[in-house]
């Protein structure tokens, strides 16, 4: 079993519509929680930490359920320039990450 | 820009040569990550260096690959005999010690896709 599983998507949403989707991980004494987004053929990059009492920026809301090991990203009024795969990302209190294989997210116009 | 840059961008190779990467990290950040992400996938963990002290180095790492961070500044990947199976995108992250105040947060350089004909 994967350290971290995502649904790979694609996720295809209209400008300005909701998107929200899940990671789930398998060790239950990680200790630090993330999205990364990575563009086509590029560099991830951090998008937010994900805090036990859930925690916002701008129009993307992180959630982290420790009893049930899942974290959820919802983005709000989908700009074009969302599009991209969001990596799922855990830290077990060490200094490696594990990395999903990401959710992709298109949003058309 | 992170500020992690990494040099060549690029790589095209036959198999059996040896490549090398560099790496250079943010200036002040103490800690450097080699992984690797083939198509599809996360990227996974490879090695990690603090200072110049390689710490630990992932089951992935065959006796074909090894990194290097001489004086603690920059880095560099090389693998031997180059196999099919290595052709990946190669990526380090730099991050400074956690502390006070101070996150271990990850920031990545471009990476060097490597392509192994």
């Known amino acids: 079993r994967k350290e971290v599983e995502q649904d790979p998507g694609p996720f295809n949403v209209p400008e300005g519509a909701t998107v929200a989707f899940n990671c789930t991980y398998s060790?239950?004494?990680?200790?630090?929680f993330f999205w990364y987004r990575q563009d086509c053929r590029k560099e991830p990059k951090l998008l937010m930490s994900?805090?036990?009492s859930g925690n916002e920026d701008g129009r993307f809301t992180a959630q982290l359920n420790r009893a049930s090991q899942y974290i959820s990203l919802l983005i709000r009024d989908s700009k074009l320039s969302d599009s991209a795969t969001y990596l799922c990302?855990?830290?077990?209190?060490?200094?490696?990450?594990?990395f999903g294989a990401g959710t992709t997210v298109t949003v058309r116009a | 820009d992170t500020g992690v840059s990494q040099d060549p961008r690029h790589k095209i190779t036959k198999r059996g040569q040896n490549v090398t990467f560099r790496c250079d990290p943010i200036?002040?950040?103490?800690?450097l990550y080699w992984y690797r992400q083939t198509l599809g996938q996360g990227p996974e963990f490879l090695t990690y260096?603090?200072?110049?002290?390689?710490?630990?180095k992932s089951r992935l790492l065959s006796d074909r690959f090894s990194a290097e961070r001489p004086k603690g500044s920059f880095s560099t990947l090389e693998i031997q005999r180059t196999e099919q199976g290595d052709s990946a995108m190669y990526l380090c992250?730099?991050?400074?010690?956690?502390?006070?105040?101070?996150?271990?947060?990850?920031?990545f350089g471009p990476g060097t896709r490597l392509t192994v004909l």
């Open positions: 060790n239950s004494a990680s200790q630090s």
């Open positions: 260096f603090q200072n110049e002290a390689q710490l630990e």
């Open positions: 990302v855990v830290n077990r209190g060490d200094y490696k990450l594990s």
């Open positions: 992250a730099s991050s400074l010690l956690p502390g006070q105040g101070i996150t271990d947060t990850q920031y």
């Open positions: 200036s002040e950040h103490n800690r």
């Open positions: 994900v805090y036990s």
